[in-house]
């Protein structure tokens, strides 16, 4: 069983900037593909970013491309969504999602592709 958590959303100005964090539970979180959602109040939850366990490849959806970077340290068994240049539009519950694969270089980008998720993290942009 994996179990993940996130931490570090909060509130900030528009044009600011947060870190989240996702920790990761089991033994194989380098065999883990990541990835960050997000739903907004009376949304669908949407693909975000994702990176391939091994950290070589990463994917974004187009409204975050440029502000938002996803890394992971398979050490510390945690990745990390760094968001820059924040946006209202940004606002919403942030989930992050895992799934452990044999492939090191897949991302994937669908909720059905991810097996576990976190119970998310809320982060606020104020105009």
């Known amino acids: 069983q994996v179990q993940l958590v996130e931490s570090g959303g909060g509130l900030v100005q528009a044009g600011g900037s947060l870190r989240l964090s996702c920790a990761a539970s089991?033994?194989?979180?380098?065999?883990?593909?990541m990835g960050w959602f997000r739903q907004a109040p009376g949304k669908e939850r949407e693909f975000v970013a994702a990176v391939s366990w091994s950290g070589g490849s990463t994917v974004y959806t187009d409204f975050v491309k440029g502000r938002f970077t996803i890394s992971r340290d398979n050490a510390k068994n945690t990745v990390y969504l760094q968001m820059n240049t924040l946006k209202p539009e940004d606002t919403a519950v942030y989930y992050c999602a895992a799934k452990i694969t044999a492939f090191r270089m897949v991302v994937l980008t669908t909720i059905p592709d991810y097996d576990y998720w976190g119970q998310g993290t809320q982060v606020t942009v104020s105009s």
């Open positions: 089991g033994r194989a979180f380098s065999m883990y593909a």
